[in-house]
């Protein structure tokens, strides 16, 4: 396989970069702990999987082009990025459990971003489609073979998007562990819900 190295460094960089997928499994992580991301945080990869086949396709190259499709795709990116915002600033504290509360993992799954709500965001997120193309056409890892090469360079992007998203939702979760002060921790929820914006912001044209 040639230009791998290539290949993970950039992935790495373009799949781990602060974005709204990233900054919002942060977000979860420090809202509703480790545990309480993980569903997210599969719906965010297995999104990705999706974005990835279809870039590879080009059909969403196809799709995006038909009159009136990308504002429609970027408005609905918008609205939801700014729902799972609210969300976030608005999620209890994990400090703010009374004594004798269950621990975060264990309590309900109400409010907790979803598998469901990972997955439309990573279709929705105009960043993914366009790391995904840059990786997809920038490098070749199998010559002469078009369906190894996709192959092998959708199973790289898969491990990296993966690892990349456990350490962010792993760095949140640190968040709330170092700040069990209810104050803090709202603190620390609305700093990432700003944050979140402000990364769909520099995505959205103007």
Do not use: Q
């Not at 059909?59 to 038909?66: K, P, S």
């Amino acid at each position: 396989m040639e230009g791998l190295l290539g290949f993970v460094l950039a992935g790495l960089a373009l799949a781990g970069s602060p974005g709204p997928a990233t900054l919002s499994l942060a977000a979860a992580g420090a809202a509703f702990g480790a545990r309480g991301g993980l569903g997210y945080l599969a719906g965010i990869v297995a999104g990705m999987v999706a974005v990835m086949a279809v870039t590879a396709s080009g059909v969403v190259g196809v799709l995006l082009a038909a009159p009136g499709a990308t504002p429609v795709v970027t408005a609905a990116a918008a609205l939801y990025f700014a729902w799972l915002a609210l969300r976030i600033a608005t999620a209890p504290p994990l400090g703010a459990s009374p004594p004798g509360a269950p621990p975060p993992a264990a309590r309900p799954a109400a409010g907790r971003p979803s598998f469901a709500g990972g997955l439309f965001l990573s279709l929705v997120n105009p960043k993914g489609y366009a790391a995904m193309a840059a990786l997809f056409s920038g490098f070749v890892l199998v010559k002469g073979h078009l369906a190894l090469d996709a192959a092998a360079k959708g199973s790289v992007l898969a491990a990296i998007i993966t690892a990349v998203s456990l350490a962010w939702l792993l760095a949140g979760a640190a968040l709330t562990r170092l700040f069990r002060d209810p104050a803090a921790g709202r603190a620390i929820n609305v700093a990432f819900a700003l944050l979140l914006l402000a990364s769909v912001a520099v995505l959205l044209p103007f």
